[in-house]
């Protein structure tokens, strides 16, 4: 069973469309995040949610949007594409850190976005 | 807010050489840190965190609170070595405990040369 899910795996689309990835983990984690891999390889996080409450928020445009409808699910809505939101978008969830505890956090495979 | 810097986006080795990823981090309380690693064509994945304080591969990386980094070492690189590999920090509140703020650095690509 894969742990943390994402789909589409290859999305390509035209500027000014609006599209979705889903992001789904079985793990049972509380936390969920969203990273943008940029073309140099830079790692960001984007949003990340713990137990459906939006945790952080970093600057990214307003065209991104998080869903969370429940504690196993993180989708990013992107409206407006633009050439500049090609990358490849990867989902992440974790369980939070108490003493003793593993906060190891895993991965989907990856989401290549290209913006054509 | 927290901060992890990798100064190397590209290191190059042969194989048997020693081999250091360096990684410095901001962070004005206790942090767990970790590295994470990105084989050709496979997820991001945990590689080790400081706590645990093991041995994985044959990597080690110790935290210089001092120095606030956490380098990571291998002393014979082998050419499967060769991946991304990111330094990433959590933040941990006084109460031990922390969520949601997995912060990574850019990254160093690792080559082992034959």
């Known amino acids: 069973d894969t742990a943390v899910s994402q789909t589409p795996k290859y999305l390509v689309t035209q500027m000014g469309n609006d599209k979705s990835i889903k992001c789904e983990q079985n793990l049972g984690h509380d936390t969920m995040y969203w990273y943008k891999q940029d073309s140099k390889k830079f790692l960001k996080i984007m949003f990340s949610?713990?137990?459906?409450?939006?945790?952080i928020n970093e600057t990214v445009p307003n065209r991104f949007s998080p869903k969370s409808p429940d504690k196993a699910h993180l989708n990013l809505h992107i409206n407006s594409l633009e050439l500049g939101d090609s990358a490849v978008y990867f989902c992440?969830?974790?369980?939070?850190?108490?003493?003793?505890?593993?906060?190891?956090?895993?991965f989907g495979q990856g989401t290549r976005l290209t913006v054509v | 807010a927290q901060r992890v810097t990798q100064p190397e986006k590209l290191l190059s080795v042969f194989k048997g050489a020693p081999v250091e990823l360096k990684c410095n981090y901001s962070y004005s309380g206790s942090p767990e840190l970790f590295w994470y690693v990105q084989y050709s064509r496979q997820r991001l994945q945990l590689l080790l965190r400081h706590i645990s304080r093991e041995s994985i591969k044959g990597f080690t990386a110790d935290l210089n609170k001092g120095e606030t980094s956490f380098h990571l070492k291998k002393p014979f690189a082998q050419e499967e070595d060769s991946a991304m590999y990111y330094c990433?920090?959590?933040?941990?509140?006084?109460?031990?405990?922390?969520?949601?703020?997995?912060?990574f650095g850019q990254g160093t690509i690792l080559t082992v040369h034959p």
């Open positions: 949610y713990n137990n459906k409450e939006l945790i």
């Open positions: 990433a920090l959590s933040p941990l509140n006084a109460g031990g405990t922390s969520y949601g703020k997995l912060t």
């Open positions: 992440a969830s974790s369980q939070d850190r108490v003493p003793g505890g593993n906060t190891e956090a895993f």
